[in-house]
C-alpha cells in the first residue's frame, strides 16, 4: 500500500492483521499511542523487534483506562508475568480483546482473568467481594455486600462448589444482553 | 499426499481463526510464522503432476485475493465517518447514548445509497440526455404563475422554479427512450422507485440477522440478575470523571434496589385502584389520538379550501398549517403521555415500553390520517383532470377541423403554442410530493429549534440565571435535560418512513433528506456534549439492538403499501411525470416485457400470473409456516426439558455437597478397614482438549491450571459395591479322587457362578 512508513515491516504489519482484529492504520495509531506513553522508552523502529514494556503506572494513566475501576487487573491479566507491564505486542492484544470486533467467547475468557483478583482459575467469594467494592464504591454495608456475593454465586454456580469456575461465569454471561456492549473499549 | 493436503488446509484454517484464540500475541505471532512456512513449502510441491500449473495458478489467485480482500477492508473502515465524534460521545454519555448516534450514521450510509440509484439512474439521465427546461409544456412555469416564479416565499413552498425542476416527478418526460444511449427512462423510474424498497429491505434484514446472534439467547429476566448486575454494569467506554461518578451512583442504586426487592416482597396496595388508574389512563391516550388523527384530517380538508382561494390572501400559518399541525402533535402528545402515565405506576422498564408504543401509534396515526386526507385530494385533481382533458381535445379537435377547412388539406401541422401557454392538468403527483417535501422540511425546522430551545437555552438560563435565583436551578427544577434516547430513534424511523414514501413521487427528497441527516450529525453532537448531561439510570427498551430495527422493518412495510396502491390503482396524470399517457403505472413494465424482450419471456410472465398457479403456492407457503412454527415449538420444548433437567441436578449436586460431611466419614471408615484398595472412584475430569484446533474451549496458558471442564465427582453412594478384597488364590484343593472325576477345574464355572466379579 502507499504511504512508506519505517515503523514496521509489511511482514510485521500483514502479521499483525492476521493476529488481531486492527486494520493496518489501526496498528500504526496504536503504535503511535505506545509511543506516547513513554517517549523516552518506547523505540520508533520496531523492526528489528525490540524487548521494552512499558510500566503499569503509565498505562492506566491513558484516557481510556483512567475512569475504570478495574484499570489494574486489565492490565495485569494481559501482561506476560502478571505485573502489568506491557510490551507492544501485549498492548495491541488488550485493544484488540477489548475491540467491538471481538467474539463474545473471547471476551468472556478475559473477563473472567480479570474480575479474578487472586488469580486462583475460580471467582471466589473474595473476588466477588472485591468487584463489588470497586463498582459501588464501597457505598454498600457489608451485609448489603455479603447478600450480593451470596446471591451471584447462588445464582451462577453450577456444580455447586461455592465458587465460579470458568463454565459457570461463562454460561451465565454468555446469556447477559449487554456483555457486548460494556465490554468494549474504542481506540 | 492426502495427508498433507490436509495438514495444508488445516494449516490455512489455522491461520485464518488465529485472532480468536486467547493465547499470548507472542504465541501467535510464532504459530503464525511456523504456518506460513508450512504451507508455502509444501504447496508447492502438492502440485506436482498434471494439474501442476493450474494448482499454482490457483493457489497464486486465492493469496491475491486474500490480499485484496484485506485492502478492501482496510479501505472501508478508513471511510468510516465521525469516529472521532462519537468516541468522544461515548466517553461523556456512554454506550446507550451513542448508539443513537451510530444508528444515525447507519442510516446514513443507506440514504447514501438510495441517493446514488435515485441519482444515477433518474435524475442524472433526465438531465443530460432529456429535453432541458423550457421546451415543453411540462417543463415550464405557467405563463401565469412566470412573475412570482423566483420570489424567495414561493420558492419556499417549493412552488414556482422549484416545483418545473427535477425535484418532482412532474418534470420527467415519458418518451419512451431517449438520448444517444436509447435509455428507458420511464421504466428506469418504476424499477428504481421499487428497487430502493427492495434494497432497503435487504439492508434491514441483514442488519437484524447480524445483531440476532449477538443477543443473548433468551434467558430469563430474573435468572441472573445480580451476576448481570456485578459483571456487565460498569461500561468500559466511559472515560471522563463526572460520568463515571455518575455510574457508580446508579450502580450503587441499582443494586440496593435488587436487594430491596429480594428482601421484601412488594406488598400490593389496592389493586382496584390500581386497575381503575390504568383503564382511565389508557383511555384518557386513546382520546388524545384520537383527537390529533382528527385534527390532522380537518386541517389537510381546509388547506384543500385554502389551495383553491388566492394564494396571496392567506397568511404563512394558512399556508403551512397542515405542517404545522403535524410538527407541534408531535412534540406535545409525547410529554402529555408521560405525565397521563404516571397514573398507571408501572416498573420503569415496562413504562418505557408503554411510551414508546404509544409514541408510535401517535406518529403512525398522524402519517396515515395524513395520507388519506392526502388521496382523498389525489382522487379530486383526477376528477378535475379528466375534464381538463376532454376540454384540450376538444380543443385540438377544432383547431384541426379549422385548420383542414381553411387550407383544404389533412396533413396538419400540430398547434404553434408556447410551452407556457399549454393547458395543462393538475399533475397530482407532484402536488403529493410537494406535500412530502414540505412535511420533512418543517418536521427538520421543528426539531432543530426544538433542540436550540429546550436544551440550548434551558442550559443556557440554568447555568447563568443560577447565581442569582432562590433555589439551586441546576439540581432543582429545570436542571439540564437529558438526552432523549427513544424519542430521537423514533423520530429517525419516522422520518426514513417519510422520506421512503415520498422518494416515488419527489426524486429529489432523498437527497434533502442527505443533506438533513449530515446537518443533524452534527448539530445534535454539538448540542449533546455542551447542553446535557449523562442519564441517571438507564433502561434500556429491549434486551437486543433489534427492537428498534424491527420497528424500522415495520415502517418500511408501512411505507410501502401507499406507493404500491398507487402504482397498481390510480391512473398517472395525462400531461406530466413519465407515466403520461399510460392507464395504470406499472403498464411500462408490461409494454417493455411484450416489446422489448423475447416472447418466452412474455410467456413465463402470462404462466406466472396464473391464478391457477399462485394459490397453489400460496398455499405451500401457509403449509410451510405452519410446518417450520410446529418444529420451532418442539425446540422451545426441548429446551425447557434441558433447562429443566440442568436444574435438577445442581439442586441435587448442592444436596449431596451439603450431606458430604456425614457420608464422608462412614466412608473414611470403610477406607481405613481395606488399606489397599479405595472405594471411592477417582474424579473424572474432563481432557482438556490439547488440539489446537479447537476454538470453543481453549486451554488456559496459565501454569498449573487444570482442565476447564466441569470437574465431575462420581457420586458416592452408600449402596457400593461388594467391599470385599480380591481373591487372590483359588480354593485349596478338595480331595483327590473328586477333582480328577469332575472333570476340568471349576475355576471358570467359579467365575460364571459369581457373575462378573472383578478378578485382580
Known amino acids: 500500500m502507499g504511504n512508506k512508513q519505517t515503523i514496521f515491516t509489511d511482514e510485521q504489519l500483514d502479521a499483525y492483521q492476521d493476529c488481531t482484529f486492527f486494520t493496518r492504520k489501526e496498528i500504526l495509531r496504536l503504535h503511535g499511542r505506545y509511543h506516547e506513553l513513554a517517549p523516552h522508552l518506547v523505540p520508533m523502529d520496531y523492526t528489528n523487534e525490540p524487548d521494552c514494556k512499558v510500566p503499569l503506572s503509565l498505562i492506566v494513566n491513558m484516557p481510556e483506562l483512567k475512569e475504570n475501576p478495574f484499570r489494574n487487573r486489565i492490565v495485569e491479566s494481559f501482561s506476560e508475568g502478571g505485573d502489568g507491564n506491557l510490551s507492544f505486542n501485549e498492548f495491541v492484544d488488550m485493544f484488540s480483546v477489548l475491540s467491538e470486533m471481538a467474539p463474545r467467547e473471547l471476551k468472556a475468557i478475559y473477563a473472567f482473568k480479570i474480575y479474578d483478583f487472586n488469580v486462583d482459575n475460580f471467582l471466589c467469594k473474595e473476588d466477588l467481594e472485591k468487584t463489588l467494592n470497586r463498582l459501588t464504591k464501597e457505598e454498600l454495608t457489608p451485609e448489603e455486600v455479603e447478600l450480593v456475593c451470596d446471591k451471584t454465586i447462588e445464582e451462577a454456580d453450577l456444580d455447586g462448589d461455592n465458587k465460579l469456575s470458568f463454565a459457570d461465569f461463562e454460561n451465565m454471561i454468555s446469556r447477559a444482553p449487554d456483555f457486548l456492549s460494556t465490554f468494549h473499549i474504542r481506540i | ?760
Open chain 2, 1 to 760: 499426499m492426502e495427508a498433507l493436503k490436509e495438514q495444508v488446509e488445516e494449516k490455512k484454517k489455522l491461520v485464518a481463526t488465529l485472532r480468536n484464540k486467547p493465547w499470548r500475541m507472542k504465541r501467535r505471532l510464532d504459530v503464525l510464522k511456523e504456518a506460513q512456512d508450512f504451507v508455502e513449502k509444501f504447496e508447492g510441491a502438492l502440485g506436482k503432476g498434471k494439474g501442476r500449473r493450474l494448482y499454482a495458478f490457483k493457489v497464486m489467485m486465492a493469496k491475491k485475493f486474500i490480499k485484496f480482500k484485506r485492502d478492501f477492508e482496510n479501505f472501508k473502515t478508513a471511510c468510516i465517518p465521525w469516529e472521532r465524534k462519537i468516541k468522544d460521545v461515548e466517553s461523556h454519555f456512554g454506550s446507550s447514548v451513542a448508539s443513537y448516534f451510530i444508528f444515525l450514521r447507519w442510516m446514513y450510509g443507506l440514504n447514501m445509497v438510495l441517493f446514488g440509484l435515485m441519482f444515477g439512474l433518474v435524475i442524472l439521465p433526465e438531465v443530460l440526455m432529456g429535453l432541458p427546461y423550457g421546451t415543453i409544456a411540462r417543463k415550464t412555469v405557467p405563463r401565469a404563475e412566470q412573475d412570482t416564479a423566483m420570489d424567495y416565499s414561493v420558492l419556499f413552498d417549493f412552488e414556482g422554479y422549484c416545483k418545473y425542476s427535477i425535484l418532482f416527478y412532474g418534470f420527467y418526460n415519458n418518451e419512451k427512450q431517449i438520448g444517444l444511449l436509447k435509455f428507458r427512462l420511464p421504466l428506469s423510474y418504476l424499477l428504481v422507485g421499487v428497487g430502493i424498497f427492495g434494497y432497503s429491505l435487504m439492508v434491514v434484514i441483514r442488519t437484524m440477522a447480524r445483531n440476532a446472534n449477538e443477543g443473548g439467547d433468551g434467558a430469563d429476566e430474573g435468572d441472573f440478575t445480580f451476576s448481570w448486575k456485578m459483571f456487565t454494569s460498569w461500561d468500559y467506554l466511559i472515560g471522563n470523571p463526572e460520568t463515571a461518578d455518575n455510574k457508580y451512583a446508579s450502580i450503587t442504586t441499582s443494586f440496593k434496589e435488587s436487594i430491596v426487592d429480594e428482601q421484601e416482597n412488594q406488598k400490593d396496595e389496592n389493586i382496584h385502584l390500581r386497575r381503575f388508574l390504568r383503564v382511565l389512563a389508557n383511555f384518557l391516550i386513546l382520546c388524545c389520538l384520537g383527537g390529533s388523527g382528527y385534527l390532522i384530517y380537518f386541517v389537510v380538508k381546509r388547506s384543500q379550501d385554502f389551495a383553491d382561494m388566492d394564494n396571496a390572501d392567506l397568511s404563512w400559518f394558512e399556508k403551512n398549517e397542515v405542517e404545522f399541525v403535524m410538527s407541534l402533535l408531535g412534540l406535545v402528545c409525547p410529554p402529555l403521555f408521560e405525565t397521563i402515565a404516571e397514573l398507571e405506576d408501572y416498573h420503569p422498564r415496562i413504562a418505557l415500553k408503554w411510551q414508546l408504543a404509544r409514541i408510535f401509534a401517535l406518529f403512525l396515526g398522524n402519517l396515515y390520517t395524513f395520507l388519506f386526507a392526502l388521496f382523498d385530494e389525489v382522487n379530486e385533481k383526477l376528477e378535475r383532470e379528466k375534464i381538463i382533458k376532454n376540454e384540450t381535445e376538444l380543443a385540438l379537435a377544432h383547431y384541426y377541423a379549422n385548420y383542414s377547412s381553411f387550407y383544404n388539406t389533412t396533413d396538419v401541422p400540430p398547434p404553434n403554442v408556447h410551452p407556457a401557454d399549454a393547458i395543462r392538468g393538475p399533475c397530482w403527483e407532484t402536488g403529493v410530493g410537494i406535500e412530502f417535501v414540505k412535511l420533512i422540511v418543517s418536521d427538520v425546522q421543528v426539531s432543530y429549534l426544538t433542540i436550540l430551545i429546550g436544551d440550548f437555552l434551558r442550559a443556557v438560563i440554568v447555568r447563568f440565571l443560577n447565581y442569582c435565583w432562590c433555589w439551586d436551578l441546576e439540581a432543582g427544577f429545570p436542571s439540564y435535560g437529558e438526552f432523549d434516547i427513544s424519542g430521537n430513534v423514533l423520530g429517525l424511523i419516522f422520518n426514513q418512513g417519510m422520506i421512503w414514501m415520498g422518494a416515488f413521487y419527489a426524486p429529489g427528497l432523498v437527497g434533502v433528506n442527505l443533506l438533513r441527516l449530515l446537518s443533524s450529525m452534527y448539530y445534535q453532537c454539538w448540542a449533546v456534549m455542551s447542553c446535557n448531561v449523562p442519564h441517571e439510570r438507564v433502561f434500556k427498551a429491549s434486551r437486543s439492538n433489534n427492537f428498534y430495527m424491527g420497528l424500522l422493518l415495520l415502517v418500511l412495510f408501512l411505507s410501502l403499501l401507499p406507493v404500491v396502491y398507487t402504482i397498481m390503482t390510480l391512473s398517472p396524470s395525462f400531461d406530466c411525470g413519465p407515466f403520461s399517457g399510460q392507464e395504470k403505472m406499472y403498464d411500462v413494465v408490461m409494454q417493455a416485457i411484450d416489446q422489448d424482450l423475447p416472447a418466452f419471456i412474455g410467456n413465463i410472465f402470462t404462466y406466472a400470473t396464473n391464478p391457477g398457479l399462485i394459490i397453489p403456492g400460496v398455499l405451500l407457503m401457509v403449509l410451510a409456516l405452519y410446518y417450520l412454527n410446529a418444529v420451532s415449538e418442539g425446540y422451545q420444548q426441548a429446551n425447557t426439558d434441558l433447562k429443566k433437567k440442568m436444574q435438577a441436578a445442581r439442586d441435587e449436586e448442592k444436596n449431596r455437597r451439603n450431606n458430604k460431611d456425614s457420608t464422608n466419614q462412614v466412608m473414611k471408615d470403610l477406607e481405613d478397614l481395606l488399606p489397599n484398595k479405595s472405594l471411592i472412584p477417582r474424579p473424572i475430569e474432563e481432557e482438556p482438549p490439547l488440539d489446537v484446533e479447537k476454538v470453543s474451549k481453549p486451554t488456559k496458558t496459565k501454569p498449573g491450571s487444570s482442565g476447564n471442564g466441569v470437574n465431575l465427582q462420581k457420586e458416592v453412594s452408600l449402596a457400593a459395591p461388594n467391599p470385599r478384597g480380591p481373591v487372590t488364590h483359588g480354593p485349596g484343593p478338595r480331595g483327590g479322587p473328586p477333582l480328577n472325576t469332575r472333570g476340568p477345574q471349576p475355576g471358570p464355572a467359579r467365575g460364571r457362578g459369581r457373575g462378573g466379579h472383578p478378578r485382580r
